[in-house]
């Protein structure tokens, strides 16, 4: 059964070799994306949205007509410790928040 499949982060490794496996197994894929310069040359069978999840408003309509959404979205992190915590509660706690109402506006 072919699902449509959001991927918040697409551009980054973890989101690229997400879409590539769904596409893989024959799913849709729509990327979200907030650089569009960015995007994977090989990815050519998604489609895009650009937005940026820190900016709630650019994420209207990136979940519209999706059944599932995947987030690779998030802070970079370092293995140092007491390092990244500030990009966790700064970036990826607000951002897979904004991406979770998103969805739920959709009803993905």
């Known amino acids: 059964m072919s699902r449509h499949v959001l991927v918040a982060g697409i ?3 973890l ?3 997400v879409a590539r496996g769904l596409l893989a197994r024959g799913h849709q894929v729509r990327g979200l994306l907030r650089d569009e310069r960015r995007w994977p040359a090989d990815l050519g069978a998604a489609t895009k949205h650009l937005g ?3 900016k709630p408003q650019t994420l209207h309509g990136a979940a519209d ?3 599932t959404v995947f ?3 998030g802070a970079s992190v370092s293995s140092e410790p007491g390092a990244g915590w500030a ?3 700064s970036v990826d706690t607000p951002a897979n928040l904004a991406l979770l109402a ?4 959709a009803g993905a």
């Open 52 to 54: 940026d999840a820190l």
């Open 15 to 17: 989101g690229g070799e």
């Open 87 to 89: 990009g966790f509660t």
């Open 65 to 67: 007509g999706v059944d």
């Open 11 to 13: 551009t980054g490794a």
């Open 102 to 105: 998103e969805a739920k506006r």
């Open 71 to 73: 987030s690779c979205l």
